[in-house]
């Protein structure tokens, strides 16, 4: 079977997408709108550099959506559903937004720039529509518009050597979720100590889009005396760490509390924000499916699954899906993504591969416990 998606102009290309090509990308993903690398082919040489030395990752799909004005601040806290009040000017706040029946629509990172200017670094969705009727309909008084912003994750243990070789020692001294705006002779640049893994490292948020090529240049060239690899968010890892890939994970319609995040959630708030009510009855209730991590029964898979799979209990009756698997090489087993059924979530399962095999899944944990 051999096919190609259409590389059209409704699919943008990143400001890394040159870099990304000459280095060997194998598989592109559509996300915001946006080609986002996700195999260089080699998914073990990907995982060591990642989980040993150091790996570049274009992730400019993750856009900003800015929102700046007198009102930034009443919008951005009414849109989520943790509490943004609080979060310091030169932080970062991982922040679930919700619609009005407390279903994830985003979970963005949120770095606030000033006291009246943030960026929501978003997951895959239109959340600047939303964001934008949401303050007109409230006559909030702030602009909302996705700036010329792309990330460049630079992830793994030598991240810091790494990164203070190109930009200075300062550099390991900035704490998790904390950033400064710099620059890399003339590159205009975000550094955050944020990325979607549990290696640590560093975001280089790109603010001249027509720069990509020399920053990805920079950062490769610092990084080749510790190893560095061409990689991209990496599947195995993540549900490793126990990362949330919104979409992927829920499809878009599950709720944080199906989810596993609640955590992240200011539910006892005096102030209004969206989805408040149906949230607040949602715990009292309790979430009516889990998302849970399993082992798969089987051989090693040797690529991350595509769609999702059935999911059936020992009575052969539907009790949800499993929504990604892949091979993880910390369990030396097939490692997955359910989302069940509260009822099921706390036992096995068996899953249905689209090759008609059935797979038993073993219980690990809940997602986010
Ligand atoms: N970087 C940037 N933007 C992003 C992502 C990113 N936007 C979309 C997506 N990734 C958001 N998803 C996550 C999920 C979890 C974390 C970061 C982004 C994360 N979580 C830590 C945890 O769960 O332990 C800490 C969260 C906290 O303490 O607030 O880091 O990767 N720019």
């Known amino acids: 079977m051999t096919y190609r998606i259409t590389m059209g102009a409704r699919v943008r290309k990143s400001p890394f997408f040159t870099a990304t090509v000459a ?84 979970d963005p990172i949120t770095l606030r720039l000033s006291g009246d200017r943030f960026w929501l670094s978003i997951a895959d ?22 700036p010329d912003v792309s990330p460049l994750a630079v992830q793994g243990p030598r991240a810091d050597d790494t990164m203070a070789d190109l930009v200075g020692e300062w550099v390991r001294d900035l704490s998790f979720f904390a950033f400064v705006e710099t620059n890399l002779n003339g590159i205009p640049l975000v550094v955050c100590r944020s990325g979607w893994s549990g290696q640590g490292g560093f975001e280089l948020f790109l603010t001249d889009g027509s720069r990509g090529g020399e920053l990805w240049d920079r950062v490769w060239e610092a990084g080749l005396a510790y190893g560095i690899h061409p990689g991209t968010p990496n599947p195995a890892e993540r549900i490793e760490s126990g990362l949330l890939s919104y979409r992927c994970d829920c499809a878009g319609s599950a709720t944080p509390l199906e989810l596993g995040l609640g955590r992240f959630l200011t539910l006892d708030r005096d102030d209004e924000f969206v989805g408040k009510a149906a949230l607040l009855a949602e ?15 089987g051989d090693r898979l040797a690529s991350p699954s595509e769609h999702p799979w059935p999911a059936r209990d020992a009575h052969g009756s539907p009790v ?20 069940v059924e509260a009822s099921a979530a706390g036992s096995g399962f068996t899953a249905l591969t689209p090759d008609g095999d059935e797979l038993v899944a073993t219980h690990l944990s809940f997602f986010g416990e």
């Open 23 to 106: 280095h060997g990308v194998t598989q592109f993903s559509a996300y915001n709108h946006m080609l986002m690398p996700t195999s260089y082919g080699d998914p073990d040489a990907e995982y060591q550099a990642l989980t040993q030395r150091v790996s570049i990752w274009d992730v400019a799909c993750e856009r900003q959506v800015e929102v700046v004005g007198p009102d930034a601040p009443a919008l951005v806290q009414y849109l989520s559903a943790r509490d943004m009040a609080t979060c310091p000017v030169g932080r970062a706040r991982y922040t679930p937004i919700c619609d009005h029946d407390g279903t994830l629509i985003n």
């Open 125 to 146: 969705g239109d959340l600047e529509l939303w964001a934008r009727a949401v303050a007109v309909e409230r006559g909030l008084d702030c602009a909302v518009f996705e």
């Open 283 to 297: 715990r009292e209730s309790g979430p009516a499916r889990r998302l849970v991590k399993v082992s798969l029964s």
């Open 320 to 339: 949800g899906e499993v929504r990604v698997a892949v091979w993880s090489p910390a369990l030396a087993s097939n490692l997955a993504l359910a989302l």
